[in-house]
Structures are given as C-alpha cells and as structure tokens.
C-alpha cells in the first residue's frame, strides 16, 4: 500500500493523488505540513511535500514527477498514462516540465503576499507576472487538445494541467486582480471537459475545501 504524505491545499500533492486516483493505484493519504523540523526532513529531505512510502519497503520518494513515474510503473498496464512511444512520452514530460519550472515556479515568489497576507514587492509581482505570461504563451504554443494536452489519449500532463496550473490563476489574480490564464478560452473547454472526470471533481473539491479553510482561518488571525 502506498501512503500520500502532504495536504490538499498543494497543488503537487493534488497531482500525485489524482494521478494515484486516475491510474487506479490504492492509497491512503496521511497530513503533512511542509517544514524545516528534523522530523519531516527524515521523510522529506527538502522539507516539501507531497512525498509517498511504500508499506513493504524503506524510505521515502519525493519529487511528484518522480511519484508519478514510479504510479505509471507499478500501476494496471492496461491503464496507460505515459505513452508507450518514447518521443510521445518525452512529449507529456516536457510539457509537465513547462508547467512546473515556466507557470508554477515564477510565481512561487508572490504566494505569500497572496496567501499569507504578506507585502506584496512590486518587482517581485512585475517578475512574476511576466515570466508567468512567458510560460503561458509557450504552452499555448505546445498544447494540443485533440482533445488531451498532449494529444488523444489522457496522459499525466493533462492531471498535471488541472492541478499545477489553477495555483498561477488563484496567485496572481489576488495580488494583480488579473488571472493570466484569462484570455484562452481553449483552455477552458479543456478543463471542462477534465472536470466532467469523478477524480478530478473529487481532488478539486477537496482543494477547494482545504483553501477556503486556510483562507478563513488566515482572517481570523
Ligand atoms: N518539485 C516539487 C515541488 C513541491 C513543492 O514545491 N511543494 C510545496 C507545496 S505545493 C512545498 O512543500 N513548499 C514548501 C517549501 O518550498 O518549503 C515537486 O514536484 O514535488
């Protein structure tokens, strides 16, 4: 058995659990919040989440692309999600990588202004904005929606789509009131028709729930 370490509120945690969900790999999932204490960098050598243990074996796996190799290896072969063909499946890894290191990566910077009430750093908000459009515009450029992001099979870069990329939309839309991801509307019949799927309905209600509880409790404070 698998346990999912993390929470809902991570959109890298949501990934993994819908790639776990989607690919129809038993799991449980245990809290863990991300943290510098020695105990959860026993697990977690960053300190980040989402992480995963097998109940057989020792040891810990972070990274969630690396999750989410090893769910493709060990999962139903008959429930493919990474092509077969080695330039196709380079093809979804890119594009996950663009979504990681291109969309969710530079606005990182900003999250605490939008989530934790911090000051927002004007150059901060000027970089992020537009290395995210930068990224945006690349993907664009790249996604196929035939009618998946890689093409006519469901693949994990289409799990990372639905769950990496809101995190830029929900970030930068409450610090500059613009949400980058605004202006395609390609995009958005692509996440109806992901959201017609029971997974991802199930994971994005339960981030939703997780934020509007950190939303309120943040208030309170
Ligand atoms: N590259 C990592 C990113 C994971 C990540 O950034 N997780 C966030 C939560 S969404 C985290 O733990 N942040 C805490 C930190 O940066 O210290 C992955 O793909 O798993």
Known sequence: MITLYG?????????????????????????????????????????KIPFIKRSDAEGY???????????EAIGPKENRLLPEDPWEAAQCRSIMFLIDFSIDSPCRPVLPAALLGQKAVPEQVASAEQSVARGVSGLRRLAKFKPYIAGSELTYADLAAITVMPVASVVLKMI??????????????????????PHVQRVEAEATQ?????????KKQ
């Open 7 to 47: 929470f809902p509120l991570s959109n890298y945690y949501n990934k993994v659990k819908l790639s776990l969900l989607e690919k129809g790999v038993p799991f449980v999932e245990e809290l863990a919040r991300p943290s510098q204490d020695a105990a959860l960098l026993e697990k977690s050598p960053t300190g």
């Open 210 to 218: 997780a934020l509007q509880a950190f939303l309120a409790m943040q």
């Open 61 to 71: 796996l972070i990274e969630s692309q690396a999750i989410v190799e090893y769910i």
């Open 176 to 197: 500059t009131g613009k949400d980058p991801l605004e202006d395609w509307p390609e995009l958005h019949s692509y996440f109806a028709l992901l959201r017609q799927r």
